[in-house]
């Protein structure tokens, strides 16, 4: 896959409003809100998971 076929716009998780995902070009960004003890959002905070390591488990995952 090369970087022009990467949706660029959000995914949302049906389960969690307060997290999505992006398709970048180093990997899957997750971003999720996290909220302090008054329930107020303080921010996001986010992580890629690289390409690789996607690939690696969807042939995990697609093994009999």
Known sequence: MSNRHLKLTL???AHDPTAWW???DK??????QYRGN???VYGTRSVVI????VRSAL???DQP
């Not at 990997?27 to 999720?32: A, D, L, R």
């Open 27 to 32: 990997g899957i960004c997750v971003v999720q």
């Open 59 to 61: 042939k995990r995952k």
């Open 22 to 24: 992006y398709e970048e």
């Open 38 to 40: 008054t329930g107020l």
């Open 11 to 13: 995914h949302k998780l």
């Open 50 to 53: 690289p390409w690789k390591a």
